[in-house]
């Protein structure tokens, strides 16, 4: 079975300093993997997600992420933090199961901003 | 562009009672995935629908059923309810295998009192 570790739990950072979330996964083939952001009450939104090719990911929001198989990790990163990007991060890896992939999330990782 | 629709987006139901949430995927997207987010935690897979067949089972309680309409639409049912219950219900919806990346709902929030 497929798991995800986020090993921070809370991050903290200047606006306008850089940012990298750490994932680490557990997977037994090639992973699908994806960075989800959620602002408090509200649903889940995706910031990019790697399947298959070039290792270094763009995302929405100036947000890149890098698929080190070696590491079996898959860290997010923005080289400069908006206020605005205040929010829970969750890192998910997709698995095959019958016609669709069921996602595992991380714990998420909850990244303050200050000003 | 079209989202995923869930309803309602709040709903209170006291303790034994039954609540149906509902989760209209996007248009030609043929798999709905059924989550459960409680206070501070991550979402956790419940159950999931390929062509109108479940495809998977997660950690989802006996007193809860779903099921996938001929119009792609799911219904979560959740019977006797408990106190334990109240979260974020979150539907996503996806092409066959999902390689396109989900796309969630914005949630019912499910509060028993």
């Known amino acids: 079975a497929q798991s995800v570790t986020q090993p921070d739990i809370h991050i903290t950072v200047s606006e306008g300093a850089s940012l990298e979330l750490r994932c680490n996964y557990s997977y037994g083939a090639t992973p699908y993997l994806f960075w989800y952001v959620q602002s408090p009450g509200q649903g889940l939104q995706l910031l990019l997600k790697?399947?298959?090719?070039?290792?270094l990911v763009q995302g929405i929001k100036g947000f890149e992420a890098e698929f080190k198989r070696s590491q079996s990790s898959f860290n997010l990163r923005k080289p400069s933090v908006h206020w605005s990007d205040a929010a829970e991060y969750f890192c998910a890896v997709g698995a095959p199961t019958g016609g669709g992939n069921k996602l595992t999330f991380g714990t998420g990782t909850q990244l303050k901003v200050e000003l | 562009a079209a989202g995923v629709i869930q309803s309602p987006r709040h709903l209170i139901k006291e303790k034994r009672e039954t609540a149906t949430l509902k989760c209209y995927p996007i248009p030609r997207h043929d798999t709905v995935y059924w989550y459960q987010q409680g206070p501070g935690q991550d979402p956790q897979f419940l159950i999931s629908?390929?062509?109108?067949?479940?495809?998977d089972k997660g950690s989802i309680p006996d007193r809860f059923s779903a099921q996938q309409f001929s119009d792609y639409h799911s219904e979560l049912n959740m019977s006797s309810l408990e106190l334990g219950d109240s979260a974020l219900y979150f539907c996503?919806?996806?092409?066959?295998?999902?390689?396109?990346?989900?796309?969630f709902g914005s949630g019912t929030r499910l509060t028993v009192v």
């Open positions: 996503a919806s996806s092409t066959g295998t999902g390689s396109y990346g989900y796309t």
């Open positions: 790697y399947f298959s090719g070039d290792t």
């Open positions: 629908f390929y062509e109108k067949m479940q495809s």
